[in-house]
Nanobody, 115 residues
Framework: QVQLVESGGGLVQPGGSLRLSCAAS????????MSWYRQAPGKQRELVTT???????NVADSVKGRFTSARDDDYRTMWLKMDNLTAEDTAVYYC?????????WGQGTQITVSS
């Protein structure tokens, strides 16, 4: 089992920056990839970033150039750095991992971009 807890969400003004953290615990040795997803009101959940086991970072076109992600060596922490935020980035952001046998999700953290 892997447990995931996101933190760092909140209210930010347009053009601002925010950094989210995902703390992983449990059988982190089984983790293969770590990702951030988001879900805006009335929309489907969207893949934002994925970090592969060899540390390649894939970023969705919708946030490319503004968002980046990283993780530590033992898969216990992952970050999402978001710059130049817009109202369209308002969503619940979820940490997700693909492990050896199954995937896991965090509870999500709300980000609201508004003046």
């Amino acid at each position: 089992q892997v447990q995931l807890v996101e933190s760092g969400g909140g209210l930010v003004q347009p053009g601002g920056s925010l950094r989210l953290s995902c703390a992983a615990s449990g059988d982190t040795i089984t983790i293969i990839t770590m990702s951030w997803y988001r879900q805006a009101p009335g929309k489907q959940r969207e893949l934002v970033t994925t970090i592969t086991s060899d540390r390649r970072l894939n970023v969705a076109d919708s946030v490319k150039g503004r968002f980046t992600s990283a993780r530590d060596d033992d898969y216990r922490t992952m970050w999402l750095k978001m710059d130049n935020l817009t109202a369209e980035d308002t969503a619940v952001y979820y940490c997700q991992t693909r492990a050896r046998l199954r995937g896991y999700w965090g509870q999500g953290t709300q980000i609201t971009v508004s003046s």
